[in-house]
């Protein structure tokens, strides 16, 4: 691969008047009917983007930036992520629907393109020709190629899958579901949040039950705010959420708590779960703050009634009720924003999950 450059545009788009002057029309054509894939390795928010405008935006004027075009996303994905051409990949992931269409040799960067995304269509396959042709031409090539329904082996960062299932279902059950390539983020009404609810709990099958949750709201602590919720057990997952935050107080700590609520309300009562949340205000409000809370009937020291007291009453009365069954409920902070591929999902779909509440009510204006 090339020296990494640095310039203000790609390297492909740098070319002098007279040098292209002389190329024929339909050269130029042809050229410009291209796709290419902007990959910005360092800039204000690193990642591949389809529009060269929108891969201007995290480069101009940021010290440093490294950046570069490629004529398909996957290399542009290799030349972020390091990986070295030569790599035969084992696996071809086709994304026909997401954030940018491609066929990609690595499932976190697969990921990262269907991850939040509303009706995602992606599939892999042990050829790079079925994966092109998945998404060139649409074809349910799975019916004719031996596809493989994209759930790797492992996550990213060497951590081991969770089996995906259906939300709250006996643990059977939910492996049964775990083959497919839905992996939709649905917007849910009250009605089916509360159906959720009342799922069977399941039993203590598969050990500990790793969960990732995050909390978004669209300018939080303003009028008009719109928050989300996101919960993340895994890759395909059906049991990740995605949804608008409900009530009306549409901020940031009560999309946290509330997700936090909704991954306890999906997890089997009788199985041992770690949850990782990026709010330290989270953490300390269900495990430490509520304690002298409760003690002294919901009143903050200053003697303010304790914000938020209906979501934290909610999640404490769940983690008691694990724990007269013997279930541990352990909490993992981890700092946001960084580079861990469970909270970034994690806070894709709160993220998600807001925007598309946001649509919806200006859609109901």
């Known amino acids: 691969m090339a020296k990494d450059k640095v310039s203000p545009v790609p390297d492909e788009e740098v070319r002098s008047t007279a040098a292209t002057s002389n190329a024929s029309s339909g050269t130029k054509r042809k050229r410009a009917n291209e796709p290419k894939f ?32 490629f004529p398909t996303a996957a290399e542009a994905e290799a030349f972020i992520s390091g990986t070295a051409k030569n790599d035969k990949p084992e696996k071809f992931y086709a994304v026909q629907s997401g954030r940018v269409p491609g066929v990609y040799t690595d499932w976190p960067s697969a990921q990262k393109q269907v991850t ?24 349910k090539v799975g019916e004719s190629v031996s596809g493989v329904a994209v759930e790797p082996d492992t996550q990213s960062e060497g951590k081991k899958a969770e089996p995906p299932a259906k939300k709250q279902k006996k643990a059977a059950a939910a492996e049964e579901a775990a083959t ?20 069977p709990t399941g039993d203590s099958k598969g050990g500990m039950l790793k969960i990732y949750t995050d ?46 609520q909704r991954a306890l309300d999906i997890a089997p009562l009788q199985r041992d779960a770690t949850i990782f949340t990026d709010s330290s205000y989270s953490i300390n409000c269900v495990t430490v703050w509520f304690v002298n809370w409760r003690k002294n ?20 009365a769940r983690i008691e009720e694990r724990e007269k069954l013997g279930t541990k409920t352990i909490f993992t902070w981890l700092k946001g924003h960084a580079d861990d591929p469970g909270n970034i999902a994690a806070d894709q779909l709160a993220v998600q999950g807001a925007r598309n509440a946001q649509a919806a009510l200006r859609e109901a204006a």
């Open 215 to 260: 909390g978004s709201s669209l300018g939080n602590g303003k009028k008009g705010s719109v928050a989300g919720v996101g919960v993340f057990f895994g890759p395909l997952d059906k049991r990740n959420v995605s949804e608008g935050l409900t009530g009306a107080r549409q901020t940031n700590q009560r999309a946290e708590l509330t997700a936090i």
């Open 297 to 316: 009937n919901w009143m903050t020291a200053s003697k303010k009634p304790v914000e938020n007291k209906d979501l934290v009453e909610a999640i404490v």
């Open 116 to 139: 939040g995304w509303t009706r995602p269509k992606y599939k892999a396959f042990p050829t790079r020709a079925e994966a092109e042709a998945f998404v060139k031409d649409g074809k």
């Open 38 to 69: 902007y990959a910005v390795k360092d800039g204000r928010k690193p990642g591949v983007y389809a529009n060269y405008n929108d891969c201007l935006e995290q480069v101009k004027g940021f010290k440093g930036a490294v950046f570069k075009s």
């Open 180 to 199: 497919g390539d839905s992996g939709k983020v649905e917007w849910k009404s009250d009605e089916q949040m509360a159906a959720t609810k009342q799922m």
